[in-house]
């Protein structure tokens, strides 16, 4: 979920978020964690979060997971746009919503980069966070240079006194390829969501504030709230989606994302317009999630044939909607 900073969701006071420099929290202490970037929170994630909470249950302890902001793909090569799947603020969200208790987030700066495999897990893990347990996934590497591999790990928390639990490789559907958020990233860059919602085990969703426009849609009678996303990789086109509004409520609707080349060709913008509704939205946080591909972006010889497609739009929107069956993660 591309990150917009000025619509962050808040996470419920009873989930609690520890960050560098504050003491840990009364209900992560002695948890067990699973480790990772988590972008996405895909299945094989999901295979993460059952497994920590499972090692949880059984010592008696917290489940939690330490992540890190921001991505450190973000901190290696600043000058370069990372399409991500999921901010912090959705991250967060998710994890509450999957039943885990607790979260840590790192900063990823020069520091952290720089502390070395053995006194990531001595000094930051067991000192630092006070974790009794920690979960990885079969290709997570740590430590300066990525010089941690999971079988160090395991060595290194068994010196620790911390358990350790290593989760093989998930394949989504009996598939052959692991479940990887590139192959997510793919999936939505080539338009194909149905693929990329399988790989998540749920709809993908983008949050953001409502901004103002230029009241185009208005004057052809599709009104649209218009968000515009950062660093965003999604195809060009027009898609089902079902939109959570700031008060709550669950609206379906269809939704342009791209730059509008029957008038201005300009910044990619995600333009939804929501099925029987009418209200002001502008500077509200709304999360639209997409349910299905209808087709491509295109240019219309005139702003009546554009109409008479949105129409045709909106009816393949309503019956995509009508039968996607896939998990939401908005309620």
């Given amino acids: 979920m591309p990150r917009d900073e000025t619509a962050p969701r808040p996470v419920a006071p009873s989930f609690p978020v520890h960050r560098d420099g504050e003491p840990v929290p009364e209900g992560l202490r002695g948890a067990v964690a699973a480790l990772g970037n988590f972008d996405g929170i895909h299945q094989g994630h999901r295979a993460l979060i059952a497994a920590v909470r499972e090692m949880a249950a059984a010592l008696g302890r917290p489940s939690a997971v330490v992540t890190f902001e921001p991505h450190p793909r973000a901190f290696f090569s600043p000058g370069t746009a990372m399409f991500r799947l999921t901010g912090e603020a959705g991250k ?191 500077g509200q946080a709304i999360a639209v999630e997409l349910v299905g591909f209808i087709r491509g972006e295109e240019r219309f010889d005139s702003a009546e044939a554009l109409v008479v497609q949105m129409h045709d739009d909106s009816a393949r929107a309503r019956r995509l909607l009508a039968a996607d069956r896939t998990p939401s993660m908005l309620g």
């Fill in 92 to 282: 967060l969200a998710v994890l509450q919503r999957l039943g885990i208790d607790g979260a840590f987030v790192r900063r990823f700066d020069a520091r952290l980069a720089g502390t070395g495999a053995s006194a990531f897990v001595a000094e930051t893990l067991k000192g630092e966070l006070g974790l009794s347990g920690v979960v990885i996934g079969h290709d997570f590497h740590f430590g300066r240079g990525r010089e941690g591999t999971p079988a160090m790990l395991e060595a290194l928390c068994a010196e620790n006194g911390l358990a350790c639990r290593i989760v093989p490789a998930v394949a989504a559907g009996g598939g052959e390829a692991p479940v990887s958020s590139s192959a997510i990233r793919a999936a939505l860059e080539a338009g194909d969501v149905g693929t990329a919602n399988h790989l998540l085990g749920y709809r993908w969703f983008v949050e953001g504030a409502v901004r103002h426009g230029d009241k185009r849609g208005r004057t052809l009678g599709f009104p649209t709230a218009n968000v515009a996303l950062d660093a965003c990789a999604l195809a060009h086109g027009i898609y089902a989606v079902r939109v959570r509004l700031a008060d709550g409520s669950l609206r379906d609707g269809v939704a342009s994302y791209g730059r509008r080349p029957t008038f201005d060709d300009g910044a990619p913008l995600l333009e939804t317009y929501l099925f029987d509704f009418s209200g002001d939205l502008y």
